[in-house]
């Protein structure tokens, strides 16, 4: 497979076309941002870091059942995936009160959510992508009411699968976004799965593991991320 033009440019991974239009390049960069976009650097070692780490864990998620764009590994920082339509929506499920959450209703950070709860988000930074419903996905035609009963399912089903792999390492899956797309018309997993889309809390300290290492200015970022790859059986 040969590597095109860039198609895409986003704020930590650039897509690059193929000589396959059903297949893209992933390409992971060492920078990283937050705030939309607002606070940014570059941090060495983190695009081979959550390539490996993403490639690791859309491969367990494919193997439980759910359908991911993930194909294979190409080098240290890029990946070959399906080439999808995305739905402009993101899908936060949370197991424990953190970040934006902990804003909006005021609740004390740390608080188990039984049941665990489920949000949409439009992707839009340049709005600071607003919370939405399903109402409003319909009405704007930014997912069906069944892509997003689909999306809400596997959503589900990746905290079942996740949870418990994190818990093995010692460690708690506060919550995480994922993005969808459709290929050939299914609903299948797109985007990441690393660090930086989601938290992780070590389970008997509670250290922060994941991007608010960065949001927060703790230090130790990269490492952290690795520590987190290490415990769950990443070699990087
Ligand atoms: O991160 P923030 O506190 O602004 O928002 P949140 O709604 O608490 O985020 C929930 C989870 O989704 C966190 O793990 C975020 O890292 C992740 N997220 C993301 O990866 N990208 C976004 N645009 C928004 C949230």
Not at 5 to 12: P, R, S, T
Not at 226 to 234: D, H, K, N, Y
Request: hydrophobic share 40%; proline share 3%; charged share 30%.
């Amino acid at each position: 497979m040969e590597k095109r033009d860039e198609l895409y440019a986003g704020k930590a991974k650039s897509v690059y076309r193929t000589d396959d239009p059903q297949r893209l390049i992933l390409h992971f960069r060492d920078d990283t941002s937050a705030f939309d976009g607002k606070k940014k650097e570059s941090l060495a070692r983190k695009g081979m870091v959550n390539n490996k780490f993403n490639a690791f864990i859309m491969e367990k998620l494919q193997a439980a059942g759910i359908p991911t764009h993930f194909e294979t590994l190409l080098s240290d920082d890029e990946c070959v995936v399906k080439n999808l339509e995305m739905l402009p929506v993101e899908c936060v499920v949370r197991n424990v009160a953190a970040g934006g959450l902990v804003r909006r209703l005021g609740v004390e950070e740390g608080q188990a959510l039984t049941p665990p709860t489920f949000e949409l988000f439009l992707k839009d930074d340049a709005n600071g992508d607003p919370m939405i419903n399903e109402s409003l996905a319909e009405t704007f035609g930014w997912a069906t009411p069944e892509q997003l009963a689909t999306m809400k399912a596997l959503t589900f089903q990746v905290n079942d699968v996740l949870k418990q792999l994190f818990l093995d390492g010692d460690m708690l899956l506060v919550d995480y976004k994922l993005e969808f797309g459709l290929f050939d018309g299914q609903v299948t997993l797109g985007d990441e799965f690393s660090p930086d889309g989601c938290r992780l809390w070590d389970a008997n300290t509670r250290e922060k593991m994941d991007k608010d290492r960065f949001r927060q200015g703790l230090g130790g970022v990269i490492e952290a991320y690795e520590e987190v790859g290490r415990r769950i059986g990443i070699t990087f």
